[in-house]
């Protein structure tokens, strides 16, 4: 195999001939456009997570204010509405919002609309953190650079099809609903009764 070969092969090429070998009897075209599609996601939330470190945060709290920047003015949310935009469980994105609010970035206030509900509000400091941020990136970050690589009629093609690929996933449910459950493990009868005579 010539230089230029292995420089054409990805990873998943590889993954691909594994596949062949198995002999499954169904096209693994599928597979291997699933895998690269979270390959890629991994290099693109690695950029993610730089920019969110720059602000002192993690990535998932990053996302959390950037979507309430986003909304604009009043810049609130519910927590439901924040909950469609991560694959993180309710207990999660309390946590995040928790330390969110003790850094002053985010604030909860009562929902004027329903008592019994909350609301999520970017706070002038948030306001500030996420904007600064985000007027921080240009075409001269890693990921735009690499997508900045492929052709307009490229990027146009690629974008239709991962388009019609995510609405296909949204007909089917939520992301909330997508979400994997997160089970506590059962204590087990001999915990249990010990516990009992306590």
């Not at 594994?18 to 002999?23: A, D, L, M, Q, R």
């Not at 949310?77 to 969110?100: C, G, I, K, S």
């Not at 089970?183 to 001999?190: A, E, I, M, V």
Request: charged share 30%.
């Amino acid at each position: 195999m010539g230089k230029h070969d292995r420089a054409s092969k990805d990873f998943v090429d590889r993954l691909e001939e594994e596949w062949e070998k198995k002999n499954f009897g169904y096209s693994t075209l599928p597979m291997a456009v699933s895998a690269r599609i979270q390959r890629a996601s991994f290099y693109l939330q690695s950029h993610i997570a730089r920019l969110a470190a720059s602000c002192g945060l993690n990535s998932r709290e990053f996302m959390a204010i950037s979507a309430l920047w986003r909304s604009g003015p009043p810049f609130a949310l519910n927590p439901m509405q924040l909950l469609e935009e991560y694959f993180v469980p309710a207990a999660t994105l309390t946590r995040q919002l928790d330390r969110l609010e003790q850094i002053g970035l985010v604030e909860r206030r009562p929902d004027l609309q329903d008592r019994r509900a909350v609301l999520v509000e970017l706070t002038a400091k948030g306001h500030k953190l996420v904007d600064h941020a985000m007027r921080r990136l240009s075409p001269r970050q890693p990921d735009q650079l690499v997508l900045g690589k492929l052709g307009q009629s490229e990027l146009m093609a690629l974008n239709r099809s991962l388009k019609k690929l995510l609405l296909l996933f949204e007909q089917q449910a939520t992301l909330r609903a997508a979400r994997p459950r997160t089970r506590r493990p059962s204590r087990s009868p001999r915990r249990r009764s010990r516990a009992a005579t306590l």
